[in-house]
């Protein structure tokens, strides 16, 4: 009696193990458990990495100025000094495509000094800054 029962139990899989195969579920039903066990591997990886401690040699740093050089063709220059605050605001405007107008604030009220630091950051001579330079003045 047993082994007939064993013998219902084997055809019972080979008929199991037919249908499998000839539907491709054989290939399917194992994915679930293959990206369960690589997502719980990848998992552990990242969290193992993530709790290694880093050094970072380059340090960016936010407290530097950038210096920048240009050489641009002035068309006007106005300058609006205001004595009460003592700043003058400086406007720049250019024949350039790139660099049409240029905006400067500085903490003087002089105009030689403003000339000066014109010439300076405009890489021009006074003489053309005076030439360039409208002023308007507020008390």
Do not use: C
Not at 5 to 12: D, H
Not at 18 to 27: D, I, K, M, P, R
Not at 94 to 100: A, F, R, Y
């Amino acid at each position: 009696m047993q082994a007939s029962k064993l013998m219902g139990q084997v055809s019972v899989w080979r008929i199991m193990k037919n249908l499998l195969q000839s539907s491709g579920a054989e290939f399917w039903l194992p994915l679930p458990l293959v990206a369960i066990a690589f997502w719980l591997g990848s998992s552990f990886m990242t969290a193992q990495e993530l709790s290694q401690p880093h050094t970072i040699e380059n340090k960016l740093q936010a407290d530097t100025q950038l210096e920048a050089t240009v050489s641009v063709n002035v068309l006007i220059i106005n300058a609006i000094i205001n004595r009460k605050q003592g700043m003058t605001q400086v406007k720049v405007e250019t024949t350039e495509l790139i660099v049409k107008r240029l905006e400067l604030e500085l903490p003087i009220t002089d105009t030689n000094k403003i000339e000066e630091a014109l010439a300076q950051e405009l890489g021009l001579s006074q003489q053309e800054i005076r030439q360039l330079v409208r002023y308007e003045i507020f008390n």
